[in-house]
């Protein structure tokens, strides 16, 4: 079992939906939460850091943190065409060490 | 520059060429790191430079490969001998430095697409 669990998608949803997106961990010592996206043939760009539980919005995006149940969760408002990408979640294991997901692919359809 | 720089974008090896994959990192960065990103699949780490220090490379796959950051800047990933399983894009990032505050936040480059045939 990988230590970071998070669905591939593909997830399409139509232009203006509210899009979730979620993983799973199993390492209670994770405080260090982020979000990446990673259009295709692009290196992943960080939208959203949080450390340890709690809610944190920016924007079109929430990410939620839930240590007790090992979950997190980004949520992206009124989404847009220009959202479409994977969206990959990843975590700091000790100082430095960054865990990721698989990534879910993401399809707006305008 | 402003972010992290990779190069070449694409590398295409006959197998058994050794390959050599740059990266310079964002200006001031101490941390540089190293993943391995195959089709489908979110990066794996492959080792960690702190200046010119290798302090962890735990992640790399065989003897074959091997990284340096003689200067503690431009940074090197080379793989001798490549074989058709090393296909994958090669991600650098780097990060100010280790700690809270967010100074751990990595950035990434766009990466190197590796194919071996």
């Known amino acids: 079992q990988k230590e970071v669990e998070q669905d591939p998608g593909p997830l399409s949803v139509p232009e203006g939906a509210i899009v979730s997106l979620n993983c799973t961990y199993s390492?209670?010592?994770?405080?260090?939460f982020m979000w990446y996206r990673q259009y295709s043939r692009k290196g992943p760009e960080l939208l959203m850091y949080?450390?340890?539980?709690g809610n944190k919005e920016d924007g079109r995006f929430t990410a939620q943190v839930d240590k007790s149940s090992k979950y997190i969760s980004l949520f992206i408002r009124d989404s847009q065409p220009s959202d479409s990408a994977t969206y990959l979640c990843?975590?700091?294991?000790?100082?430095?060490?960054?865990?990721f997901g698989t990534g879910t692919r993401l399809k707006v359809l305008a | 520059g402003a972010g992290v720089s990779q190069s070449p974008r694409y590398k295409v090896a006959k197998r058994g060429q050794d390959v050599a994959l740059r990266c310079d990192p964002i200006?001031?960065?101490?941390?540089l790191f190293w993943y391995q990103q195959a089709l489908g699949q979110g990066p794996e780490f492959l080792t960690y430079?702190?200046?010119?220090?290798?302090?962890?490379k735990s992640g790399l796959p065989s003897d074959r490969f091997f990284a340096e950051r003689p200067e503690g800047s431009v940074s090197t990933l080379k793989i001798q001998r490549t074989q058709q399983e090393d296909s994958a894009v090669y991600l650098c990032?780097?990060?100010?430095?280790?700690?809270?505050?967010?100074?751990?936040?990595?950035?990434f480059g766009a990466g190197t697409r590796l194919s071996v045939l």
């Open positions: 200006s001031g960065h101490v941390s």
């Open positions: 390492n209670s010592a994770f405080q260090y």
């Open positions: 949080t450390y340890s539980s």
């Open positions: 430079f702190q200046n010119e220090a290798q302090l962890d």
């Open positions: 990843a975590m700091i294991s000790g100082t430095y060490k960054y865990i």
């Open positions: 990032a780097s990060s100010l430095a280790l700690g809270q505050n967010m100074k751990n936040i990595q950035y």
